[in-house]
């Protein structure tokens, strides 16, 4: 059975740090074709993908977080953490965590497969 | 970045009815793209991907088409359990990204 779960800060001020956790089971980052996602939703809005890491160590980020996060996986305890730096109230939204399948035929993301119920992440003064 | 533009934003329809989704792309995507089912207060549901792939464990009542930059996303009979925001999502470049979804309800 393959689990994952976000956890962290419910409330965090402008500029501080956000460190997300997530802890995933029933998989490993040390199998090819494995990674494993951050993907948030601001309240009454669409999903916006954040940041990869892969089973290589290869990371990519998506352009909007302008190089305040860090994507890092510690593949013996199963957990991935993200971390913002400089947070700002635009960054509010439910953070979710999700299993990415990599096809190393076609040399491209397959799908999310698996994501974890999300946590809610508010940043106000 | 790749666009992703899914039409009608919202939609009402009933039980049995067949609805259809598009999701455009402002490229061409080939065939790298998702489809994902949310619910309120819930995580995203993986339903298609590689445009036409039926998940494991996804009734057959869910099916996708399309490549290039045109894309649909087809329930054939609506059943009460698939009143929900439906996204499409391109995986064929970085950043991947996602439509701006489509609220099906009754």
């Known amino acids: 059975q393959i689990t994952l779960k976000e956890s962290g800060p419910k409330l965090v001020k402008p500029t501080q740090t956000l460190t997300l956790t997530c802890t995933f089971s029933?998989?490993?980052?040390?199998?090819?074709?494995?990674?494993v996602g951050w993907i948030r939703q601001p309240p009454g809005k669409a999903l916006e993908w954040i940041a990869v890491?892969?089973?290589?160590?290869?990371?990519r980020y998506s352009p909007s977080l302008k190089s305040r996060g860090i994507i890092t996986k510690d593949t013996s305890n199963n957990q991935v953490v993200l971390t913002m730096t400089n947070m700002d109230p635009v960054d509010t939204a439910t953070y979710y965590c999700a299993r990415v399948i990599y096809d190393t035929g076609t040399w491209h993301v397959d799908n999310f497969d698996y994501w974890g119920q999300g946590t809610q992440v508010t940043v106000s003064s | 970045d790749i666009q992703l533009t899914q039409s009608p934003s919202f939609m009402s329809a009933s039980v049995g009815d067949r609805v259809t989704i598009i999701c455009r792309a402002s490229?061409?995507?080939?065939?790298?793209l998702a489809w994902y089912q949310q619910k309120p207060g819930k995580a995203p549901k993986l339903l298609i991907y590689?445009?036409?792939t039926v998940q494991s464990g996804v009734p057959s009542r869910f099916s996708g088409s399309g490549s290039g930059t045109e894309f649909s996303f087809t329930i054939s009979s609506l059943q009460p359990e698939d009143f929900a925001t439906y996204y499409c999502?391109?995986?064929?470049?970085?950043?991947?990204?996602f439509g701006q979804g489509t609220r099906l309800e009754i």
């Open positions: 590689a445009a036409s």
């Open positions: 999502q391109q995986l064929n470049s970085y950043p991947i990204t």
């Open positions: 890491i892969y089973w290589d160590e290869d990371r």
């Open positions: 490229q061409d995507i080939s065939s790298f």
């Open positions: 029933g998989f490993s980052l040390r199998n090819s074709g494995v990674g």
